[in-house]
């Protein structure tokens, strides 16, 4: 099952004739290439990029997603049924179909080669509204309304008393959202022409010509993309594993 | 004359806050909600609603991008339908999910139905199936093109030259390059799918398998009598997001195939790669508009016929 991502590993380490050999521990082991992926592609700023943007509509994410779940869960007024549809009709649209005319949009407002621009498709997501609602329609009333009677604001209710009551939730969607984010491929794609605004998998996938068979320096291309995802794992096992069963038992 | 009306003296801000005394409790709350709902509902609005209506108006112009947009009502479509390359790509979008899917499903649960009964090593275990979903497709997708190359590169090659197998062509062959691309595809998903299965299995009552034991079942009954029943909802579940998932499949295919995008010949292209090349290389975006129309169509049925399935199953 990891093999594939074993002899990345082990590539990643080798140089020379050395490259070929099925070996899984390296003879001589090198950071020549890493030292050239450094130094000599733009792979850290496309690092920073990909972090800046996963980091921000992460933030962004669990905050309206938090927010509208918990106002269409705890709050009764008229039409309340009709946003959650019409939110959750969104979950019925692939991207792909939306991509055309996100292109427009972003070469009329001066969005490509922009932050912004990548970003601003997953700023909010139909799932994660869902997934909040679901966990806020457990949150009991009474302490809404004690802390109504406490004169508190309604947005310090939410933020201060219903939120962390759900950080669950929140960690798990967190996570997804993230992920999806950091390996998101075709928008990016789409959106940067500037090789200065690519994020990671954009970037890699722009090896294609220059570094065609050079395998040991892709390899460790594709080692730096996969590390901080696997590091993330490592920590947080237990929240992922767990997330996922909530997001498949939710949806 | 009557006496002036009491308020109207008063300055705007006592009256906003009287207006707000006024309100029933229910009143402010519905101000509050549309308070928080505005910036949402403005999201929703432009960047889901509109583009999605704009897609279908788009699918009915002839366009560059540059010049001038040209009202051509459904001739899209009918040129869509008259293109061999068209029908080409969404059988290659059909073979991708109605072989992808099966295999996936079926590995995943043997796996997941072991896993189940491993106590030793379970959490590490389950982990290590784990982690390729956690990779970038398009740098495994690197890694699997070079596991492809011929000998004295490509490791299954080599390994196949141990046998005294013939060297296989894989990424360069017309029969053999939708599968080589469909496999790490089948590879990344496995993980989540088992983490589903085994959230499944676990949620059956003890009860169930006490009972069976005490009738004498064996193995195969317990699985075919208890265990496939109750897992019925997770693999719908799994069948439809998998089944979308590979539908959608365009990150393995960009970055594997040899030749060009969706090659050899596009005998690994699928509907998504279409209207990227469609929309962003030729820049007919009407075409692709419309074919964006058929994808979407496509995965409408699919939710509606999980949603009706799943009716059917809870009532």
């Known amino acids: 099952m990891i093999t594939p991502i074993l002899f990345m590993l082990s590539t990643s380490f080798k140089e020379g004739a050395e490259v070929y050999s099925l070996t899984i521990f390296p003879e001589k082991p090198t950071l020549v290439n890493y030292l050239f992926i450094l130094g000599e592609s733009k792979f850290i700023i496309w690092t920073v990029n990909s972090l800046i943007i996963a980091v921000l509509s992460t933030f962004s994410v669990l905050f309206f997603d938090g927010l509208v779940g918990y106002t269409l869960a705890k709050f009764s007024f008229r039409g309340r049924e009709i946003v959650f549809i019409a939110i959750l009709s969104t979950l019925m649209i692939p991207t792909e179909m939306l991509i055309i005319p996100w292109y427009m949009m972003s070469r009329t407002f001066g969005w490509l080669d922009t932050y912004w621009g990548i970003a601003f498709p997953g700023l909010m997501t139909g799932f994660g509204t869902f997934l909040m609602r679901q966990f806020f329609m457990n949150l009991p009333d009474e302490l809404i309304d004690a802390a109504r009677m406490d004169g508190w604001s309604e947005f310090a209710i939410w933020l201060r008393i219903a939120m962390p009551l759900v950080i669950p939730a929140l960690s798990a969607l967190a996570i997804f959202h993230f992920l999806g984010n950091w390996t998101a491929f075709i928008w990016p794609l789409i959106v940067t022409n500037d090789p200065d605004l690519y994020t990671i998998p954009v970037g890699i996938a722009s090896f294609n010509g220059e570094f065609q068979s050079d395998w040991e320096i892709v390899m460790t291309a594709s080692c730096l993309a996969t590390i901080p995802t696997l590091f993330v794992f490592i920590f947080l096992q237990k929240f992922i594993i767990k997330g996922i069963m909530l997001a498949g038992l939710k949806g | 004359m009557r006496p002036g009306i009491p308020g ?265 790669l279409m209207i990227y090349e469609a929309a962003f290389d030729e820049f007919k975006m009407g075409y692709a508009a419309a074919l964006t129309v058929v994808l979407f169509l496509i995965l409408l049925v699919i939710s509606l016929l999980q949603l009706s399935l799943m009716r059917r199953w809870t009532r």
Request: net charge positive; with cysteine; proline share 5%.
């Open chain 2, 8 to 272: 109207c003296s008063l300055s705007d801000k006592k009256m906003l806050s009287r207006f707000l005394e006024r309100q029933t409790i229910g009143q402010k709350q519905a101000l509050t909600a549309w308070l928080f709902l505005l910036i949402p509902i403005l999201f929703y609005v432009i960047i889901r609603f509109y583009p999605t209506f704009e897609a279908f108006f788009v699918s009915t112009l002839k366009w560059n991008l540059l010049g001038k947009q040209k009202f051509i009502g459904f001739k899209n479509y009918i040129k869509l339908f008259e293109d061999e390359e068209f029908w080409l790509v969404l059988i290659n979008t059909f073979k991708y999910a109605l072989i992808g899917v099966p295999i996936s499903l079926l590995f995943s649960f043997l796996i997941a139905y072991y896993l189940n009964e491993i106590t030793f090593g379970h959490e590490t275990i389950r982990a290590l199936y784990f982690i390729p979903f956690l990779t970038t497709a398009v740098a495994m997708a690197w890694v699997w093109r070079w596991l492809y190359q011929p000998v004295p590169i490509g490791y299954f090659n080599i390994i196949l030259s141990w046998f005294g197998i013939a060297q296989q062509p894989f990424l360069k062959s017309l029969d053999q390059a939708l599968y080589s691309i469909m496999a790490p595809a089948v590879w990344a998903g496995l993980g989540f799918q088992i983490i589903i299965y085994l959230a499944g299995i676990r949620a059956i009552p003890q009860s169930h398998f006490e009972a069976s034991s005490i009738d004498g079942a064996g193995r195969i009954q317990v699985l075919r009598e208890i265990i496939l029943p109750a897992l019925r909802p997770t693999i719908l579940f799994l069948v439809v997001i998998s089944t979308i998932g590979f539908l959608r499949i365009f990150d393995q295919v960009y970055s594997m195939s040899a030749d060009s995008a969706g090659g050899p010949l596009n005998s690994t292209k699928p509907l998504v």
